[in-house]
């Protein structure tokens, strides 16, 4: 049973820094694209970054130069540090592992709320 588990996040002031976690089991994690994606209210979800098995990054435009994505294949576990957060960057953050359209799982998600 595949099982994604999200965690870390809080209520962050504007400007401050926030750490997501997602630790993945019954995965061969170490072969799989993994990304974090969020979804505010009202609209759709949309990617943030991902890493691959190899540790190649791809970042939204928005993120870019505030958020790192990283990743440890012994703790088969993913990361999000998120640094200068925004109000706008507010929104449910979800993990995501991919090895192929069939093998694409989530996890349940974790509620990122920045204030002004």
């Known amino acids: 049973q595949v099982q994604l588990v999200e965690s870390g996040g809080s209520l962050v002031q504007a400007g401050g820094s926030l750490g997501l976690s997602c630790a993945a089991s019954?995965?061969?994690?170490?072969?799989?694209?993994m990304g974090w994606y969020r979804q505010a209210p009202g609209k759709q979800r949309e990617l943030v970054a991902t890493?691959?098995?190899?540790?190649?990054?791809n970042y939204a435009d928005s993120v870019k130069g505030r958020f790192t994505i990283s990743r440890d294949n012994v703790k088969n576990t993913v990361y999000l540090r998120m640094n200068s957060l925004k109000p706008e960057d507010t929104a449910v953050y979800y993990c995501n592992a991919r090895l192929n359209p069939r093998n694409n799982y989530w996890g349940q998600g974790t509620q990122v709320t920045v204030s002004s």
């Open positions: 890493i691959t098995s190899g540790g190649s990054t």
């Open positions: 019954g995965i061969t994690f170490s072969v799989y694209v």
